[in-house]
């Protein structure tokens, strides 16, 4: 497990938190952060790499083939999301209306296939944990963009979770034998909350970066920010991420209907 920041070094433009070319950590993709303000634009082209850009904030106008959307998002916790997924030699052409952010996951394929836009109307989300589970420490939000059942032309998987402030989310601890990403943001820039992986603790924050892979792993946030945080997985050679999750069997009892009466022995909540 590795997590960093690079708040001290953000600049304009893109910026690189995982470069393959150097050192992919194990997840076989790019990954950065794009910001721009009014009337930046920025163009992104690649002969062997597929690419998603999700706008995390802003307003930017999307640009590939013969296709121009124009995407607002004031922030990722009140606002859903514009995602476009792209194959190789596709130029895409950004122009910021305002400032804005996003986030950038690339990774190889050299499979063709058409551009896709994923907007507020086709995002797939799941309310969980609502259904008074744990006394509700697990409600969260889980959205996903594209996977191996609505793309499985590409050899990537992307997804925001909204984890609301003193809340669990990817709770029970589970695993997966692919390799994932975390992005995270918080609602405030001094927000900050915690994640659990392979046994490690780890402080998160705002624009912060986790790579975890192996191991049983868990996220929450501090009572009082809300966290919301992109996921990122690379389906690995013939064994693309199937929704598959390995709960830890030492903590798998807590999706019992009873789990609660464990802290309530009466049944009262």
């Known amino acids: 497990m590795s997590y960093f920041s ?12 995982i470069d393959a070319a150097s050192d992919d950590m194990g997840t076989q993709m790019d990954v950065g952060l794009l910001l721009m303000e009014a009337g930046d634009t ?11 850009i999700l706008l995390f904030s802003g307003s930017v106008r999307y640009e590939w083939n013969a296709e121009a959307v124009e995407a607002q998002r004031p922030d990722c ?40 836009l994923y907007t507020p109307k086709t995002v797939q989300t799941q309310h969980a944990g609502n259904g008074g589970e744990l006394m509700g420490c697990m409600e969260r939000e889980i959205k996903t963009f594209f996977d191996y059942d609505n793309a499985p032309f590409s050899n990537m998987v992307l997804g925001e979770v909204l984890n609301l402030p003193g809340k669990w989310s990817s709770y029970p601890p589970h695993h ?23 046994g490690e603790i780890y402080q998160t924050g705002h624009n912060g970066c986790a790579v975890i892979n192996h191991g049983f792993h868990s996220q929450t946030a501090a009572p009082g920010y809300a966290m919301c945080y992109a996921w990122g997985i690379r389906h690995l050679p013939g064994d693309p991420w199937k929704k598959t999750r390995i709960d830890d069997p030492e903590h798998a009892w807590l999706w019992r209907s009873d789990a609660n009466a464990h802290i309530y022995p009466n049944g009262k909540e």
């Not at 690079?6 to 938190?17: D, R």
């Not at 920025?42 to 998603?52: G, L, M």
């Not at 606002?79 to 997924?85: I, N, V």
């Open 6 to 17: 690079k708040n001290s070094e953000l600049t304009n433009g893109y910026n690189a938190y």
């Open 42 to 52: 920025y163009v992104y082209e690649s002969e062997e790499k597929e690419v998603a």
């Open 77 to 116: 916790f009140h606002h859903e999301a514009y995602c476009l997924l792209a194959p190789r030699r596709t130029r895409i052409t950004l122009t910021a209306r305002c400032h804005s952010e996003l986030y950038v996951q690339a990774t190889r394929n050299e499979r063709d296939y058409a551009p896709v």
């Open 176 to 198: 997966h034998p692919q390799p994932e990403v975390y992005f995270y943001r918080f609602d405030h820039p001094c927000g900050f909350g915690a994640g659990f992986a392979n």
